[in-house]
């Protein structure tokens, strides 16, 4: 894996997914390749957990769950949160899909979805706000990296990939 130093740019639709391995809230690794020929993958980083914007997004994922199942598709939403503080995340927000936590904000780096301290360029902060459809081979579908953590990835354009996907 690349250090902190040397992210992976310009990740986006056509290229394979980089896999990875990180801990869900129960302690248990996950990893990106368990899901390689079974579901398409809808990866989203998130700043914080119990964040105004980030638990808008979070909740309405979880209200639409029933679309992604419907679509063979696993929700994993990735933050740099400690396990403990996810899983309580989890708990209030009543969060139906897989949170991993990304303390070492590796795989954050890996998707060019992190952002750097103000202070030091070179000191990795919080996850970015990003989307990423990973079809069943583990290829990138669709791929959003936004700059603004006021914003939200565009779900109108990845239901309508995961419209194409499902047919």
């Keep these: 894996m690349n250090n902190q130093h040397e992210p ?6 056509g290229q394979l997914a980089p896999d990875f391995s990180l801990l869900n809230t129960n302690n248990i690794p996950v990893s990106l390749s368990d899901f390689t020929g079974q579901k398409n993958v809808l990866l989203l980083f998130f700043p914080k957990a119990f964040t105004n914007t980030c638990t808008r997004e979070l909740c309405s994922v979880r209200d639409d769950i029933s679309r992604y199942e419907n679509a063979d598709t696993q929700v994993i939403a990735i933050s740099v949160d400690p396990t403990s503080t ?3 995340y989890k708990k209030d927000q009543q969060l139906n899909y ?3 936590s990304d303390a ?4 954050s780096i890996l998707y060019n979805s992190i952002y750097y301290s103000p202070d030091d360029k070179a000191l990795p902060t919080v996850s970015k706000r990003s989307a990423f459809l990973i079809d069943k081979q583990g290829i ?3 791929s959003e990296i936004l700059e603004d953590a006021y914003q ?3 779900f109108t354009a990845i239901n309508n990939i995961l419209q194409r996907l499902s047919k």
Aim: hydrophobic share 50%.
């Design 98 to 100: 897989e949170l991993l």
């Design 104 to 107: 070492d904000k590796q795989v």
């Design 140 to 142: 990138i579908q669709y």
């Design 86 to 88: 996810l899983a309580d």
């Design 152 to 154: 939200i990835p565009d």
């Design 8 to 13: 992976i740019t310009g990740i986006m639709a």
